[in-house]
């Protein structure tokens, strides 16, 4: 049975499968900046669910954002996004659940928008995946 704790606050300089859990979430973030799809999906576990207030979505596979994902994004004004911080909040050997905070950022760096999730991230066949996030 996996021991869970919620970890003393943000050092995790002695687990490293919160260091390898966090650094997924932030090859995500590199990816999702550079508009990679299949570099983003790289770093899901599957099936990987999404949680939007009380509806849920659940991809089975690699591929399902829409292809003018970051059209639409840009539309809005988007230039990139910036992760303020990524918290654990409890861990265990293969999953780790995180407090993620990032924004939304104009090409001038005005703050379009400010988000704080939640996302579980698991190691599956030795790949840690984000498998969840909600928002």
């Given at each position: 049975?996996?021991?869970?704790?919620?970890?003393?606050?943000?050092?995790?300089?002695?687990?490293?499968?919160t260091?390898?859990?966090?650094?997924?979430?932030?090859?995500?973030?590199t990816?999702?900046?550079?508009?990679?799809?299949?570099?983003?999906?790289?770093?899901?576990n599957?099936?990987?669910?999404?949680?939007?207030?009380?509806?849920?979505?659940?991809?089975?596979?690699?591929?399902?954002?829409?292809?003018?994902?970051?059209?639409?994004?840009?539309?809005?004004?988007?230039?990139?996004?910036?992760?303020?911080?990524?918290?654990?909040?409890?861990?265990s050997?293969?999953?780790?659940?995180?407090?993620?905070?990032?924004?939304?950022?104009?090409?001038?760096?005005?703050?379009?928008?400010?988000?704080?999730?939640?996302?579980?991230?698991?190691?599956?066949?030795g790949?840690?995946?984000i498998a969840?996030?909600?928002?």
């Amino acid at each position: 049975m996996n021991e869970i704790h919620a970890p003393n606050g943000s050092d995790t300089s002695g687990n490293g499968d919160t260091v390898e859990a966090r650094a997924c979430i932030e090859r995500f973030a590199t990816a999702f900046n550079a508009e990679d799809l299949p570099g983003m999906d790289a770093e899901l576990n599957f099936p990987h669910t999404l949680l939007s207030g009380s509806h849920r979505l659940e991809w089975f596979a690699p591929g399902q954002l829409p292809s003018d994902f970051f059209a639409s994004l840009r539309a809005t004004g988007w230039a990139r996004t910036q992760t303020e911080s990524i918290t654990p909040v409890l861990t265990s050997t293969d999953k780790v659940h995180f407090l993620v905070d990032y924004t939304r950022r104009t090409a001038a760096g005005e703050v379009l928008n400010r988000y704080h999730n939640l996302w579980i991230v698991t190691r599956s066949a030795g790949h840690w995946g984000i498998a969840l996030r909600s928002y």
